[in-house]
């Protein structure tokens, strides 16, 4: 984790790091101001915390009440060598708690990450640099010798050279890449999380048998990433790009809706626009995209070559971000093996979503056949030793496609967690099955699978997919553990070279009917594709173009962006806008709107009824905003403080609408249960003399949204890049 440092008053300093800020002083007999702890201090406070965390867990893992649980260290420091010393930690158990549970609680907490750490110890490494923002992988901390070259099946180049290559990349473009985490709590399954260090929204993950190839993993996708502009999927890029010679890429075409909304001319084909415009009502205004918001300028197409003919189609970019998400975007060392990866995955994710809904009795894959895998048999294994059963399954469907699948059962919840991976290699993909299981998963976090269910439609209900594709936490049915099998086991091969493989898997979606569409990227370096099967890849139904389109945040973005300066009048069009919208009530701003706030402000939790609420405060629509602060009381998971604030109004809204009731009567109470702060922020709310409290003011060009402007910062880079590789 990057850390930037600055210099404030007297020895005073302010750590940042993702949306936290920190600052430490110094102790006035050292000559600081004492209004902070010292670094030392935090130090201290990081192991007590850490250990704290990891009793917290274990307590929550097994529903044991926190009431009666106490914690508390001390440094015991060698009178003769003061950085020798001894972290004493105690912790106080109620008499209740099983002899199990003491021993299971003591053990949590030497499981803490400060300590261990300590205990490793760390090395320091100090230097002067020209320049913090470059070295972009001195971060990654896996340097492989230079003279070695483990080749891996599916991979054109040793993971030591496409290691050297794809880091060499992300330098070329100045971004700072930052290892987050590592896991290998199974044999020979890795898997880590990488993000940009000065925009950590920008991060990927990465699986693999060993560590390089997982490092490999994580950098191949952050790099397809990039080139997909997947990162910046729903966010607005600002005015300066949106008004620029391109958004996305040089090669972008623009195309004007027609007087009635009408679709334009040159924008997708007949076999496209039969499954995205069935019934004729798409109209061109559902796709101006949502990262420029340049109605004006209209919907910005990409071009994709059709590979049953090789002519180029115009695929809106709206259409691409609200429906395909990351399905079908690689990158490799060449492109063969980009496309054998992309496809891989594209059938990964629609033969997992034929299997789920409905509801297929998978055969399990023999044991003897296991055991020609002893690395991947090694890491089940252990699972099992953990006491979690495995079931290894066939994905294939008889032989038709380059799928497995490795599912783990928890007795201690009841639930169940369904991985599948794909490659034209039984072994590869029966690999990518486990390490996907266990990607950036804890022991712990696998107590948060759902249960199997015999409810069709909640396993058929299309957010049921969407979930599995996230993170693979969807609902499973029970009629997939049947004995009862719906295929034969087959131990099926589709492999051979990436060329090959890649002319295969293309075959097999010619044969099932389907349009294939192809775009290459291979500006940054490393060849990218991004293929797209229409009625077959998509993750989002094709109606969300219409009824959950993304680009509705151009519909309210330079309103709310502007909030503090709307007139009376403007408000209450947001106000009825957002009423007449149907939206739900619980969306948050940041999904609404595409911009980034930091999570731990009140606009990072502002939802849109807290929206209209706030509003009607400042409108002094006293009855409405009484109605809202009901709403918003009874379901909501805001902070403490937001809470209290609310129960406030809530108060004097009630005390304002009774005319019977005089608020001087109440105030000297209320401000004794909410306090004098919070009750003139009430009052003045009420009133309409303060308006949107808690609510920085903010502007379209973003000031102040120092999230979102890393972000946009992030893009910048990238969008030079090929701005520099076009006109080279």
């Known amino acids: 984790?990057?850390?930037?440092?600055?210099?404030?008053?007297?020895?005073?300093?302010?750590?940042?790091?993702?949306?936290?800020?920190?600052?430490?002083?110094?102790?006035?007999?050292?000559?600081?101001?004492?209004?902070?702890?010292?670094?030392?201090?935090?130090?201290?406070?990081?192991?007590?915390?850490?250990?704290?965390?990891?009793?917290?867990?274990?307590?929550?893992?097994?529903?044991?009440?926190?009431?009666?649980?106490?914690?508390?260290?001390?440094?015991?420091?060698?009178?003769?060598?003061?950085?020798?010393?001894?972290?004493?930690?105690?912790?106080?158990?109620?008499?209740?708690?099983?002899?199990?549970?003491?021993?299971?609680?003591?053990?949590?907490?030497?499981?803490?990450?400060?300590?261990?750490?300590?205990?490793?110890?760390?090395?320091?490494?100090?230097?002067?640099?020209?320049?913090?923002?470059?070295?972009?992988?001195?971060?990654?901390?896996?340097?492989?010798?230079?003279?070695?070259?483990?080749?891996?099946?599916?991979?054109?180049?040793?993971?030591?050279?496409?290691?050297?290559?794809?880091?060499?990349?992300?330098?070329?473009?100045?971004?700072?890449?930052?290892?987050?985490?590592?896991?290998?709590?199974?044999?020979?399954?890795?898997?880590?999380?990488?993000?940009?260090?000065?925009?950590?929204?920008?991060?990927?993950?990465?699986?693999?048998?060993?560590?390089?190839?997982?490092?490999?993993?994580?950098?191949?996708?952050?790099?397809?990433?990039?080139?997909?502009?997947?990162?910046?999927?729903?966010?607005?890029?600002?005015?300066?790009?949106?008004?620029?010679?391109?958004?996305?890429?040089?090669?972008?075409?623009?195309?004007?809706?027609?007087?009635?909304?009408?679709?334009?001319e040159g924008i997708l084909d007949d076999y496209s626009l039969a499954i995205y415009n069935p019934d004729g009502e798409l109209g061109g205004s559902n796709l101006i995209d949502t990262n420029s918001g340049n109605v004006e300028r209209g919907i910005v197409s990409l071009p994709f070559v059709r590979q049953s003919d090789g002519e180029v189609v115009y695929f809106p970019s709206n259409l691409i971000e609200n429906l395909f998400l990351s399905n079908g975007m690689s990158a490799g060392n060449t492109l063969f093996e980009a496309e054998v990866q992309c496809l891989s995955e594209i059938f990964e994710r629609a033969v997992k979503r034929q299997i789920i809904e409905e509801e297929i009795a998978l055969p399990d894959v023999p044991r003897n056949v296991l055991e020609k895998y002893p690395d991947i048999l090694e890491g089940i294994d252990a699972l099992e030793a953990q006491g979690f059963p495995i079931l290894v399954k066939d994905a294939s469907l008889g032989g038709q496609f380059p799928v497995m699948c490795v599912t783990l059962m928890n007795p201690r919840t009841g639930g169940v967690f369904a991985s599948f991976g794909a490659h034209p290699s039984f072994e590869v993909a029966l690999e990518r099955s486990l390490t996907e299981l266990m990607q950036g998963r804890s022991f712990e976090g696998l107590n948060d699978v759902p249960a199997p269910t015999f409810n069709s439609l909640a396993v058929s209900e299309p957010n049921n997919f969407v979930e599995h594709f996230i993170d693979s936490t969807g609902v499973v049915s029970w009629r997939f553990f049947s004995a009862k099998q719906d295929y034969e086991f087959c131990e099926w091969d589709f492999s051979g070279t990436n060329e090959e493989e890649s002319v295969g898997l293309f075959n097999i979606l010619k044969e099932m009917g389907k349009e294939v569409y192809v775009a290459v990227y291979e500006d940054l370096g490393a060849p990218t594709c991004r293929i797209l099967v229409p009625g077959y890849s998509e993750v989002y139904p094709v109606e969300d173009l219409i009824m959950d389109n993304t680009n509705m945040a151009l519909d309210y973005r330079q309103d709310i962006l502007n909030l503090h300066s709307l007139t009376d009048e403007q408000l209450a069009d947001l106000a009825e806008r957002l009423e007449a919208s149907q939206l739900d009530n619980y969306m948050t701003i940041i999904s609404l709107i595409g911009i980034e706030f930091d999570e731990n402000t009140v606009w990072g939790q502002l939802t849109i009824l807290e929206l209209k609420l706030l509003i009607c405060l400042a409108l002094e629509w006293h009855e409405e905003a009484l109605e809202f602060v009901d709403m918003f009381l009874q379901f909501n998971d805001n902070t403490v403080e937001r809470n209290l604030f609310y129960r406030a109004v809530n108060a004097v809204l009630e005390i304002t609408l009774d005319d019977e009731l005089e608020l001087d009567d109440y105030l000297f109470n209320l401000k004794r249960m909410y306090g004098d702060e919070t009750m003139d922020a009430v009052v003045g709310s009420v009133n309409g003399s303060t308006r949107f409290y808690g609510l920085t003011p903010t502007n379209s060009q973003l000031e102040g949204l120092d999230k979102h402007l890393r972000l946009v910062e992030s893009y910048k880079k990238l969008h030079a890049a090929r701005a520099a590789r076009a006109s080279a």
């Open 1 to 264: 984790m990057e850390i930037n440092v600055n210099f404030l008053d007297n020895l005073r300093l302010e750590a940042k790091f993702d949306d936290f800020t920190v600052v430490t002083d110094q102790p006035i007999r050292y000559k600081g101001d004492g209004s902070a702890p010292s670094p030392f201090d935090y130090f201290l406070a990081s192991s007590a915390l850490c250990a704290a965390y990891f009793v917290r867990v274990y307590c929550k893992a097994r529903d044991i009440p926190m009431d009666n649980i106490r914690l508390s260290q001390n440094n015991i420091v060698d009178p003769e060598n003061r950085y020798n010393q001894i972290f004493k930690i105690q912790v106080e158990l109620p008499e209740d708690i099983s002899d199990k549970d003491r021993q299971g609680i003591l053990r949590s907490i030497d499981r803490c990450t400060v300590k261990k750490v300590v205990q490793t110890g760390p090395e320091f490494q100090i230097e002067q640099v020209d320049n913090l923002d470059e070295d972009a992988q001195a971060l990654l901390m896996v340097e492989p010798d230079g003279d070695a070259r483990t080749f891996i099946e599916g991979k054109d180049l040793p993971l030591e050279q496409t290691i050297a290559n794809m880091t060499g990349i992300l330098a070329d473009l100045g971004m700072k890449i930052e290892i987050a985490s590592w896991r290998n709590i199974v044999p020979h399954v890795w898997s880590l999380h990488i993000r940009d260090a000065a925009s950590p929204m920008c991060f990927t993950n990465g699986k693999g048998s060993t560590k390089e190839s997982a490092l490999c993993s994580a950098l191949g996708e952050f790099i397809e990433r990039l080139n997909c502009n997947f990162f910046y999927n729903d966010q607005f890029f600002g005015e300066e790009i949106a008004n620029s010679e391109f958004v996305h890429y040089p090669n972008e075409e623009w195309f004007k809706p027609g007087p009635n909304d009408e679709l334009p």
